[in-house]
Protein backbone atom coordinates (compact mmCIF):
# COMPACT_ATOMS: atom_id res chain seq x y z
CA UNK A 1 0.00 0.00 0.00
CA UNK A 2 2.29 2.53 1.13
CA UNK A 3 5.11 1.66 -2.31
CA UNK A 4 2.38 3.23 -4.32
CA UNK A 5 3.03 6.44 -2.69
CA UNK A 6 6.77 6.33 -2.58
CA UNK A 7 7.46 4.68 -6.08
CA UNK A 8 9.25 7.35 -8.54
CA UNK A 9 7.02 7.07 -12.05
CA UNK A 10 8.90 7.16 -14.93
CA UNK A 11 9.39 10.60 -17.13
CA UNK A 12 7.01 11.27 -18.77
CA UNK A 13 6.60 12.69 -22.86
CA UNK A 14 4.35 15.17 -23.55
CA UNK A 15 4.50 15.86 -27.39
CA UNK A 16 7.75 13.88 -27.83
CA UNK A 17 9.44 16.54 -25.18
CA UNK A 18 10.38 15.21 -21.85
CA UNK A 19 9.31 16.97 -18.77
CA UNK A 20 10.75 17.52 -15.58
CA UNK A 21 9.88 15.61 -12.49
CA UNK A 22 8.60 18.34 -9.71
CA UNK A 23 11.04 20.85 -8.12
CA UNK A 24 10.66 24.10 -6.18
CA UNK A 25 10.32 27.15 -7.68
CA UNK A 26 11.76 31.00 -6.14
CA UNK A 27 8.41 31.68 -5.36
CA UNK A 28 8.26 28.38 -3.08
CA UNK A 29 11.84 28.95 -1.61
CA UNK A 30 10.16 32.64 -0.57
CA UNK A 31 7.05 31.19 0.65
CA UNK A 32 9.41 28.65 3.09
CA UNK A 33 11.32 31.44 4.06
CA UNK A 34 7.98 34.06 4.71
CA UNK A 35 6.70 31.05 6.82
CA UNK A 36 9.54 29.46 9.03
CA UNK A 37 12.39 32.43 9.19
CA UNK A 38 9.99 35.72 9.65
CA UNK A 39 8.32 34.48 12.60
CA UNK A 40 11.84 33.59 14.20
CA UNK A 41 13.02 36.96 13.13
CA UNK A 42 10.32 39.16 14.40
CA UNK A 43 10.21 36.98 17.74
CA UNK A 44 13.96 38.06 18.16
CA UNK A 45 13.39 41.75 17.33
CA UNK A 46 10.49 42.19 20.16
CA UNK A 47 12.55 40.28 22.71
CA UNK A 48 15.68 42.96 21.95
CA UNK A 49 13.04 45.68 22.04
CA UNK A 50 11.51 43.94 25.75
CA UNK A 51 15.70 43.75 26.61
CA UNK A 52 15.81 47.59 25.44
CA UNK A 53 12.66 48.89 27.47
CA UNK A 54 13.55 46.98 30.24
CA UNK A 55 17.36 47.59 31.12
CA UNK A 56 18.28 50.67 28.98
CA UNK A 57 20.74 48.42 26.81
CA UNK A 58 20.51 47.80 22.89
CA UNK A 59 21.14 44.77 22.10
CA UNK A 60 19.11 44.44 18.83
CA UNK A 61 20.29 45.27 14.75
CA UNK A 62 19.18 48.30 15.17
CA UNK A 63 21.63 49.97 17.60
CA UNK A 64 24.27 49.42 14.59
CA UNK A 65 22.53 52.20 12.52
CA UNK A 66 21.08 54.12 15.28
Do not use: E, N
Not at 5 to 16: D, N, R, T, W, Y
Not at 27 to 49: E, T
Amino acid sequence: MLQRFFKSSPIAKVLGHDIDKPRLTISGWFLIFLYLALPFMLIGALFDLFIQLTTGHCVGVWCLFG
